[in-house]
Nanobody, 120 residues
Framework: QVQLVESGGGLVQAGGSLKLSCVAS????????MGWYRQFPGKQRELVAT???????NYADSVKDRFTISRDNAKKTVYLQMSSLKPEDTAVYYC??????????????WGQGTQVTVSS
């Protein structure tokens, strides 16, 4: 059974940095794209950044030049380095991965979410 487990969220002052990690486990044959999304209270989940298996990246305009997504394929892990954080970055952050397993084929999986709070 595939699981994505996030870590690294917390409380930080404006201008500070945090690094999120997300580890995938459980019967994985291969992982294609991985990504980070966030959800503000009362809003729909939105894209933060994605990274292809080969390393190609895509960012939301609101985080370009402040956030960096990376991955370690051997560790089945995706990271989000967040710098110059702003109060408006406060949200629950979710990781997602496009994963192929031998039993279930190809599906999108989500982590449980980690809270990031930026104080002004």
């Amino acid at each position: 059974q595939v699981q994505l487990v996030e870590s690294g969220g917390g409380l930080v002052q404006a201008g500070g940095s945090l690094k999120l990690s997300c580890v995938a486990s459980g019967g994985i044959f291969s992982i294609n794209a991985m990504g980070w999304y966030r959800q503000f209270p009362g809003k729909q989940r939105e894209l933060v950044a994605t990274i292809a298996r080969g390393g190609g990246t895509n960012y939301a305009d609101s985080v370009k030049d402040r956030f960096t997504i990376s991955r370690d394929n051997a560790k089945k892990t995706v990271y989000l380095q967040m710098s110059s954080l702003k109060p408006e970055d406060t949200a629950v952050y979710y990781c997602s991965a496009d994963i192929y397993t031998m039993f279930d084929g190809r599906n999108d999986y989500w982590g449980q979410g980690t809270q990031v709070t930026v104080s002004s």
